[in-house]
């Protein structure tokens, strides 16, 4: 049976990482937040390239641009984007996973 010193210790360790976690929490959130309104920052900016593509492919023929042709499909690429921080757990093994499969 464990002491009573090595179970204020437990304690203590417990709410040592309890406030680390807190923190961290909150700087995730922050971040996210900032990556939000960037997100929206830069929508105006995407729905107007949207509709300038969208304004040029009708006024453009088909057979002008080769990347439009359609053709047979020979051979696939496939990219996997991976995390490149810290505390992502599985995230990165299973990204690889999936794309074996």
């Known amino acids: 049976m464990a002491t009573l010193r090595e179970i204020k210790g437990r304690i203590r360790s417990i709410q040592n990482t309890q406030q680390i976690t807190k923190a ?3 700087v995730a959130s922050a971040k996210m937040r900032r990556a939000q309104e960037r997100m929206m920052n830069a929508r105006p900016y995407a729905d107007k390239i949207k509709e300038m593509v969208q304004d040029l492919s009708g006024s453009v023929e088909e057979t ?14 496939l990219v996997a984007i991976t995390g ?18």
Do not use: Q, Y
């Open 24 to 26: 961290m929490k909150m």
């Open 64 to 77: 002008e641009l080769p990347l439009l042709k359609t053709r047979p499909i020979g051979r696939v690429i």
């Open 84 to 101: 490149d921080r810290g505390l992502c757990g599985a995230f990165n093994s299973n990204i690889a996973k999936r794309t074996h499969k």
